[in-house]
């Protein structure tokens, strides 16, 4: 796939929470979550990715790295999540998923741009 469109949302705990116990019956907060939309008519509308800005912001404090860096790592992991990957079905989707995050990671950094 060339290209593709998707949406992004920044939220605060308190919306991905209600988002989260709504859609994945988890009573809880979460860093982001990912909405598929694409289908057989729209195979390019990959979906919808919330990122919470409150525990994002958590986050980058507790792995002492920049907002920024965790806002990215957080959008490739939830586009990861609109293509298919599932690090939550198993161990070895687990460790593909990052894999491949990893590898987005690194070619952020070399090109400053990303092909999924």
Known sequence: MKQAELSLAFVTDQ?????????RHKDRPTDVLSFPLADE???TLLGDVVISV??????ARQRKR???DE????LIHG???LLGYDHE????EAVR??????ELKALLQQSGRVSL
């Open 71 to 74: 806002l990215r790592a957080l």
């Open 41 to 43: 008519r729209c195979p």
């Open 15 to 23: 919306t991905i929470h209600e988002l989260n116990r709504q859609y």
């Open 89 to 92: 079905v198993s161990d070895s």
């Open 97 to 102: 998923m990052r894999r491949k995050e990893r």
């Open 79 to 81: 586009i990861l999540h």
């Open 54 to 59: 409150d525990t994002a912001r958590r986050q």
């Open 66 to 68: 920049a907002f920024a």
